[in-house]
């Protein structure tokens, strides 16, 4: 059963333009929501985070906006650059009880490909 | 800083067989996390530990599985007896608080049981 959902496996823009990655949660208690990016043999990097109390954060292209309502997430690129190609994961957090840590939840992944 | 290094980055076992993966965390990171990556499941944490203590790992998934840290820069994962459907993906990571955000991970160890 997976709580965290990137129901798109790949994703393709051209360079310049928008690239918007989506993400769904089922989990209502999930309160910290993180991005990361991955390249082929290398493991994942830490993009941008958001917490639940707070609707957007911004940091230099990347755009991340959470609605707690529709329990949607989703990540914006302007502009989409090819350096950007890449697997981006959308994880959750939530506060497990062996002392209060945070657990991540992953998705699956989507397969970004920035075209010049 | 070097980042998280883990050894090997490839191993190809038959099954049956012992298999150690191993992983340095970045000197000063207190927090360290075991995951496995497959196609089918994605990202999985397998277990983590906070200041060399072993916090979480209801993500093992079976007695074959075992984790160890000595001490704050080495940790170790064991698959014994290794099976097929262990093939994966392991990735280590690590932070400098117990919450499991923001960390940073090693390269991977593509494990491959035939």
């Known amino acids: 059963d997976q709580q965290v959902k990137q129901n798109s496996p790949s994703l393709s823009v051209q360079e310049g333009r928008i690239s918007i990655l989506n993400c769904d949660y089922t989990?209502?208690?999930?309160?910290?929501f993180l991005w990361y990016k991955k390249y082929p043999a290398e493991g994942p990097t830490f993009l941008i985070s958001?917490?639940?109390i707070k609707d957007k954060n911004e940091d230099g292209r990347f755009t991340v906006f959470l609605n707690k309502s529709a329990k949607h997430l989703s990540l914006h690129i302007v502009p989409s650059q090819p350096g950007d190609s890449a697997v981006y994961f959308c994880?959750?957090?939530?506060?497990?009880?062996?002392?209060?840590?945070?657990?991540?939840?992953w998705g699956l992944g989507t397969s970004l490909a920035v075209n010049p | 800083d070097a980042g998280v290094i883990q050894s090997p980055r490839h191993e190809v076992t038959e099954m049956g067989q012992e298999v150690t993966l191993r992983c340095k965390p970045i000197?000063?990171?207190?927090?360290l996390f075991w995951y496995r990556q497959t196609m089918m499941r994605g990202l999985e944490l397998l277990i983590y530990f906070n200041n060399n203590v072993p916090i979480d790992d209801s993500g093992m998934p079976e007695d074959r599985f075992s984790a160890k840290m000595p001490n704050a820069s080495f940790s170790t994962l064991k698959i014994q007896p290794s099976e097929p459907r262990d093939s994966a993906v392991y990735f280590c990571?690590?932070?400098?608080?117990?919450?499991?955000?923001?960390?940073?991970f090693g390269q991977g160890t593509r494990l491959t049981v035939v």
């Open positions: 989990n209502s208690m999930f309160d910290y």
């Open positions: 990571a690590s932070s400098f608080t117990r919450m499991a955000t923001e960390a940073f």
């Open positions: 958001i917490s639940s």
């Open positions: 000197s000063g990171h207190n927090s």
């Open positions: 994880a959750a957090a939530r506060f497990t009880n062996a002392g209060n840590n945070r657990k991540l939840i």
